[in-house]
């Protein structure tokens, strides 16, 4: 089970769901506090901005990110739920669960999953950057880029509502 959640809400969230693992997407000078219950080993920090062309002064997600995010989440047992946050939770973070699950269950189709990221986060608005590298990455030939495009621009919200989503489809 993936928990996406803001940094807001990081601590609440890893102690309600027992997670031993996190990964945290911010933009450098943003600090996050690793809860004491997250072993080092287990907390992925990717600093990137959450933009989806190149701008001066700012760290475009890329593939290197991507790889790293792929490697971490591959190496999870998945015994314990992962949480994964950004700033707001409703960018990067949505992005990278999508893209967790659509590495760890290879045969979800990619429409199906965006969708129900959707019903799960009204306010979801993946990193159309992220989504793309993945998409090369994983062999998904544009079918993640266009699911994500085919749900849309999330509801207006400063902060997402926490939720979670499976590996598996429903």
């Not at 739920?81 to 699950?101: D, E, K, L, N, Q």
């Not at 979801?124 to 990455?137: E, G, M, Y």
């Not at 998904?140 to 499976?166: H, K, Q, V």
Request: negative net charge; glycine residues 6%.
């Amino acid at each position: 089970m993936i928990h996406v959640c803001s940094l807001a809400k990081v601590e609440e969230t890893v102690a309600r769901t027992g997670a031993d693992r996190m990964l945290s997407l911010l933009a450098a000078g943003t600090e996050v506090v690793r809860p004491a219950s997250i072993a080092p080993e287990n907390h992925l920090h990717l600093v990137m901005h959450d933009i989806a062309v190149a701008q001066d002064g700012m760290t475009m997600p890329g593939e290197e990110h991507v790889r790293n995010l792929l490697d971490f989440a591959r190496r999870w047992d998945r015994a314990k739920p992962m949480v994964v946050h950004c700033y707001a939770g409703i960018s990067r973070s949505t992005a990278s669960a999508y893209i967790i699950v659509a590495a760890l269950a290879p045969k979800r189709d990619e429409a199906e999953l965006a969708r129900t990221l959707r019903a799960l986060s009204p306010s979801a608005t993946p990193n159309p950057r992220l989504i793309a590298v993945a998409d090369v990455l994983l062999d998904r030939n544009g079918r993640m880029i266009e699911a994500i495009e085919a749900i849309g621009r999330g509801a207006d919200a400063f902060e997402g509502t926490p939720f979670e989503l499976t590996i598996d489809s429903y």
